[in-house]
């Protein structure tokens, strides 16, 4: 099940279609951009109504592995969600919704014992930004980018992230971009 904000994208990524996405796309059927409708192989995710990850919305479709990467909060949720199934959620050092999607993608695979294929899709995509990096030097430190017609602050009533952005509300639109490695503070 995919808890998180972007988290379905990283359980299409090895090759699994998840039971059930959390709904934050702003009407994207079944709560998954179009980028990723083909990774669904014709299945159709359950989606619970916006904002509602309570423990019985999460458990009704059966998950046998719930991804709660890009959740935010899901860490102080962990202990009764992985009575459901086993959990993944973010590293600890990460803030909420900042996870890279490299390293999102790399646990998710590795929780669903698909590493390599998840690895894949992960070393595909940096060629590609890597060619166009190369092709369009005067992007160079553009902070971010929106899918075509969407804005910073587009979301559906009562969601947690910006489906623009995948930022949780508030948050500078393109801050997502920025560093989000851990620190050394403890």
Not at 138 to 148: D, N, Q, S
């Amino acid at each position: 099940m995919s808890l998180g904000c972007t988290d379905q994208d990283a359980i299409l990524a090895p090759g699994v279609v998840p039971v059930a996405n959390r709904e934050f796309t702003g009407n994207q059927p079944p709560a998954t951009w179009p980028w990723a409708q083909p990774g669904l192989a014709r299945r159709t995710p359950t989606v619970p109504p916006v904002g509602d990850v309570s423990t019985e919305s999460v458990a009704a479709p059966g998950p046998d592995l719930i991804a709660g990467i890009s959740a935010g909060r899901a860490q102080e949720r962990y202990g009764i969600y992985s009575t459901i199934a086993p959990m993944v959620a973010a590293p600890p050092g990460f803030v909420d919704h900042r996870t890279p999607w490299q390293d999102a993608t790399r646990l998710t695979g590795q929780a669903l014992g698909r590493s390599t294929e998840a690895e894949k899709p992960v070393a595909d995509l940096e060629a590609r930004l890597a060619r166009a990096r190369q092709q369009y030097p005067a992007l160079a430190g553009a902070a971010g980018v929106l899918p075509r017609g969407a804005r910073p602050d587009d979301r559906p009533p009562g969601s947690t992230c910006s489906p623009a952005t995948g930022s949780p509300p508030g948050s500078a639109p393109n801050s997502w971009a920025r560093s989000t490695r851990p620190t050394s503070s403890s």
